[in-house]
């Protein structure tokens, strides 16, 4: 792969049958579930950067501007976004490529295909991406998982939930496509975030990205401070709701259309047995209760 918008930081790395896991922020993901997941991997797998996209060409930073640290009127750091491509290995030794970063703004023609053709010479033999959006779900059941991929046979591999639906798509879509046409499968793997909490973190939701990951592809990562954010953040919620007849009542429905399976409700549609008044007074109070425990 040779183009003037990426950058080696170093040689090629030598690889056995990788798999990419894609992780681009700025597009779908409630609770930042994804990005959560994705750092994770990272940090498991002790994955090192090895290329870089050109910032200038993918990246808008009227919309993305960099943070600038100041300390009492000192300019100390200003923090760029970049789009970085690194290799580490999972929890059994397999070698991993992660894609991570901002998802690109512009040129995701010329970006797409620099990451088809990375995939080739890498030999990778699987990509997964990951995400999440807000469902009328419980927090306290597990979060679900569904899939998306230009492949029956993917398809037909992982019993993960199928929507029928026409959404916007992201640069991830557009990624399972380019690798789908050069041969290599392809899926996306999503997470239902509890509605009253999709504007906060939700580990429960990441630590399912990771399983599925591990369902999907094979790859195991540890994640242990994800894992055990799961178990506190489900004790604070349970104290919250249950000093709260209201909000008792609506998690109460929520778990009973979860058991019925019912995995087509959606928070605007669902209709008004739900109470989403309620939902909506809740995710205020979660935010409100949280910010006072930590």
Known sequence: MEDASARWLGSRPELTDPVLLVGLSGWIDASGAAKAAIEAVVADAEATPFLEFDDDTYVDFRARRPTMELREGLHSVLHW???????????????VIVLHGPEPDMAWHRFTRLVGEL??????????????????????????????????????????????????????????????????????????????????????????????????????FEAAELRAEVITQGRRLDQLVANNPEHESMLHQLEQLYDAGDDVADVENAGPSLEYRSGDELAAEVEKFLRDQD
């Not at 690194?86 to 070698?95: E, N, P, R």
């Open 81 to 95: 976004e970049r789009i970085l491509v690194s290799a580490g290995t999972d929890q059994t030794g397999q070698d």
């Open 119 to 220: 995939a080739v010479e890498l030999g990778v033999r699987r990509m997964a991406h990951l995400g999440a959006y807000p469902f009328a779900v419980p927090h306290t059941r597990p979060a679900r998982l569904s899939m998306s991929s230009p492949s029956q046979d993917v398809l037909s591999q992982v019993p993960f939930l199928r929507s029928t639906i026409d959404v916007p798509g992201g640069a991830a879509s557009a990624l399972e496509r380019e690798l789908h046409e050069r041969g290599i499968p392809t899926l996306g793997i999503w997470a239902q975030v509890p509605h009253y909490i999709s504007s906060m973190p939700y580990p429960s939701a990441s630590v399912a990205l990771l399983d599925g990951v591990r369902e999907a592809t094979g790859l195991v």
